[in-house]
DNA sequence: TAAGATAAGAGGGACAT
DNA sequence: ATGTCAGTCTTATCTTA
């Protein structure tokens, strides 16, 4: 449950209580239960305020414009009628203006085999994110990033799932928001590497420059889907400190890494849990976490 | 049953050829 | 461009307490 301290109010009952939900990414209102779905929240009006107080007077209304979608949404349809404004049949020389317009309007649109790619990765990004649960600030900057990879023509000859998927990777990378590379890959029904490899290449040539994953983030998401105690949780994440400053975790797998601190603080702590369990909730193997293991505790010692 | 050990294999980075 | 090397992580299987 993420609690930050603006928190929205309810459009129902008025009470600021709308918090969002981590698994659905939608957004309910604690006290009564009032859902908003994330599309209506996509797709609809824009009443925030540009005011400091965030008073009452909308700044701007109409469909948000939003890089998620492909003509950012500012396409505009000519309608297929051949009616002026009052109903009346154009003139003929208007009319074949007006077929010339729509031409290049619905060319302009997605026509264009840039275009038709960009909408088509799109909106698989749309579906990838109802599996994992992405928030929209994630989510332009992964489009941002896959229209920066088409620019780049990096996309061609490459599948366009893997790159999408790779764009909303990068994107997570750069927010900080915990997802995994397989979290993605389970979502997007693409192989692991293959995203694996598009994510490189769109590291390497978009020269992202992307914060180290802080395995220290890492606790905090094994340690919700398990019973973890505060105590150890912080004593795992003091191990963890302790590694970085010695250099001992360059390199290593940072999921893997804080899988192996808790353990080692529960085993301190005389918690009793299994590696198997750590291990799931990790997503890595027993293995690495006993090889980091080994690793944690010889230099707890000294 | 959980934990530890071992081996084989994959994938990628660094570096040399 | 291609090959080799050291290092990591994973999967699978076996042993130990």
């Known amino acids: 449950m993420v609690v930050n301290n603006s928190v929205p109010s309810c459009v129902r009952c008025g009470k600021k209580s709308m918090l969002i939900d981590d698994v659905t990414g939608e957004q309910f209102c604690a006290k009564c239960g009032f859902v908003v779905s994330e599309k209506a929240d996509a797709s609809g009006p824009e009443w925030r305020s540009f005011q400091k107080d965030g008073g009452s007077d909308p700044a701007r209304t109409g469909a948000p414009s939003s890089l998620t979608i492909h003509d950012m949404g500012l396409s505009t349809v000519i309608n297929p009628l051949n009616k002026d404004a009052s109903g009346k ?27 038709r790619n960009l909408r088509q990765a799109l909106g698989e990004l749309n579906k990838l994110k109802d599996k994992v649960a992405i928030s929209a600030n994630v989510l332009e900057k992964a489009a941002y990033i896959y229209r920066k990879a088409l620019e780049k023509k990096l996309v061609r000859g490459r599948s366009i799932s893997a790159m999408i998927a790779a764009s909303l990777y990068a994107a997570c990378r750069d927010t900080e928001t915990p997802r995994t590379l397989r979290d993605i890959a389970d979502a997007a029904n693409v192989k692991r590497k293959d995203i694996a490899r598009c994510y490189r290449l769109l590291h390497h040539e978009l020269e992202l420059k992307m914060p180290v994953v802080d395995p220290i983030q890492c606790v905090a998401r094994i340690s919700s889907k398990l019973d973890i105690t505060e105590k150890t949780k912080r004593y795992a994440i003091k191990v963890l400190k302790d590694a970085q400053e010695r250099k001992e975790s360059a390199g290593k797998d940072p999921m893997g890494l804080a899988a192996s601190a808790l353990y080692l603080s529960c085993v301190k702590n005389g918690v009793s849990v299994t590696q198997r369990d750590i291990a799931e909730a990790a997503g890595v193997t027993e293995v690495t976490i006993r090889n980091r293991y080994k690793g944690l505790k010889t230099n707890q010692e000294d």
């Open 89 to 115: 049949p154009l003139a003929a020389s208007m009319k074949s203006t007006i077929e010339r317009l729509r031409t290049w309007d619905s060319r302009s649109q997605a026509h264009q085999p840039v275009d």
